[in-house]
């Protein structure tokens, strides 16, 4: 239930920076580049903040 969550917010925030760096702001990309970065971090060290918030808030350990 956790990686389903997990991929739905992911998959939005992705979706969401690309829409604001077309119609508000090109500096939107650094978002998209900041959760790749932090995709990219969590294979490595197995650690990712938005796993730890969402296993607090559906309780899961």
Same mark, same amino acid.
């Given at each position: 239930?956790?990686?389903?969550?997990?991929?739905?917010?992911?998959?939005?925030?992705?979706?969401? @920076?690309?829409?604001?760096?077309?119609?508000?702001?090109?500096?939107?990309?650094?978002?998209t580049v900041?959760?790749?970065?932090?995709?990219?971090? @969590?294979?490595?060290?197995?650690?990712?903040?938005?796993?730890?918030?969402? @296993?607090?808030?559906?309780?899961?350990?």
């Open positions: 239930m956790l990686n389903k969550y997990f991929r739905i917010i992911v998959g939005t925030f992705v979706l969401l @920076s690309v829409v604001l760096t077309v119609y508000v702001n090109p500096n939107w990309m650094w978002f900041f959760i790749g970065v932090n995709l990219i971090q @969590s294979a490595f060290t197995k650690w990712c903040l938005l796993e730890t918030i969402l @296993s607090k808030v559906f309780k899961i350990k």
